[in-house]
């Protein structure tokens, strides 16, 4: 076994013996553990953000995009965050243990389904320092151990950060090995970890869509595919417009470099005259730059607004592109129809919004199409565990086994059947 195989075996080992006493913890001693690393983040504040300031200054010499530089970066105030989602999620109730429903058979035994954690659990993830900590205090609450890959882009970050916290949870009492962080920017340490079968029990990617389909394709521990998120916003005809703009600079413009910011815009023909201009117009103020199918690019151009920014003609590829950036896919449409046909095509399966006053278009926008999370008259954004209530979240499971939309700790558990006999057998 060559070194760093054998260093990342010994981290899931150690991971897998530390799930032992982890699985059946009390709920005290957890919640007691998050608590202790919320006052080590604080602590820390400073250590955590020289060793960020290297990550960010790394960044930038690369020519590293200004939304995904936003990813990286920490201060203050996003400490903070992180400590107050890890007393938030001490706070939550804890699915361990619990039954979910009892049945009684006609031979009188009694059936059960108990939640029970899923094991070991390795994140995979790229230039987002948060997710250390929200994938950490998840897995430790719901009583699954954690073996973190974070990318090269955050590694002096997240080196920096569970040192903090895996010190703190072992000083609150659990097992040494609870968190496991593979401090390698090697390739080949990913491709060892997802092989890890005897160890780990499941992986979750998060990252870009590279990232989600390079670990699907290799992996042979089983995977829970999150994140790529090409989401999209449809106005309808009966739409309050200004309601619509409001919600489309929210969802594209607040922070383009995450998974739940709109990516297309869909507007119904009937509104496109009227809306068009105004949604450009604030658009170009945000510095967004359009990528417009015809209709729209004549109409921008009508209303005199083509010297306000970046307009450009939208290409096949720019509809099914998760751009991640302040760059927007814009296309006219005919019927509500016509935007499910579209989202159908090209989503995703993370997140859609329809802006309408008419009821039954809602409910048949609901109904029919099919990602994690529907909106009607809302931003996209919301699309995130802390704003659902979770606390926060592991990723956005965008497939349909076992989980699905913003995962957080009922998501991270299982069932076991529990049977209860008074000496019954089987004839």
Known sequence: MDELKKYIVEKAAAAKEAFKTLSSADTEIKNAALLRMADALLDSMDFILDANSIDVANGREKGMSASLLDRLALNEARIKGMADGLRQIASLQDPIGEVDRMWKRPNGITIGQMRVPLGVIGIIYEARPNVTVDATALCLKSGNAVILKGGSEAMESNKAIVHVISKACEEAGLPKGSISFIDTAEREAVNILLKLNRYVDVIIPRGSGRLINFVIENATVPVIQTGEGNCHIFVDESADLKMAAEIVINAKTQRPGVCNAAETLLVHRAAAEEFLPQIAERLFDKNVEIRGDET?????????????????????????????????????????????????????????VIVTNDYLNSQKFLREVDSAAVYVNASSRFTDGEQFGFGGEIGISTQKLHARGPMGLRELTTIKYVIYGEGQIRK
């Open 296 to 352: 729209v690019v004549k109409t921008v151009r009508k209303a005199g607004l083509e010297l306000r920014g970046t307009l450009v003609p939208a290409t096949e590829k720019d509809w099914e592109t998760e751009f991640l950036d302040l760059i927007i896919a814009i296309k006219v449409v005919d019927s509500v129809e016509e935007a499910m046909d579209h989202i159908y095509r090209y989503s995703t399966k993370h997140s859609e």
